[in-house]
């Protein structure tokens, strides 16, 4: 009995097999690529730094980082702004002249 729950245990999946998150939809894709997030919305594979247990040394396990990519939430597209109507209205340098020459009359 001993011998068929050791068998178990070793066939058990180990946890180091599991990819980080958001890293499996940038599988075999370059940087800037389109990809599919975990939570199967769109996104862009961008450089990252992902972490795993590296246990070549025995237990316990050392935490490494390695570069990878992550399928990253695609970037909104900035909205366009209409241009603004100002309120107030410019006067050329003829219409200021006018204006001028109207006040200082009124002055006289």
Do not use: H
Not at 23 to 33: D, H, L, R
């Amino acid at each position: 009995m001993r011998a068929a729950w050791l068998a178990l245990v070793v066939a058990m999946p180990a946890f180091a097999d599991i990819p980080p998150s958001d890293t499996s939809g940038c599988s075999g894709k370059t940087e800037n690529a389109a990809c599919e997030r975990d939570d199967k919305t769109a996104g862009v594979c961008v450089k990252s730094t992902c972490g795993r247990n590296d246990y070549s040394n025995g237990p316990p396990p050392k935490r490494v980082s390695y570069e990878c990519l992550r399928c990253e939430t695609a970037p909104a597209a900035a909205p366009v702004e209409a241009p603004k109507k100002s309120s107030c209205s410019s006067v050329d340098g003829g219409m200021l002249i006018a204006l001028a020459a109207l006040l200082s009359r009124r002055k006289q």
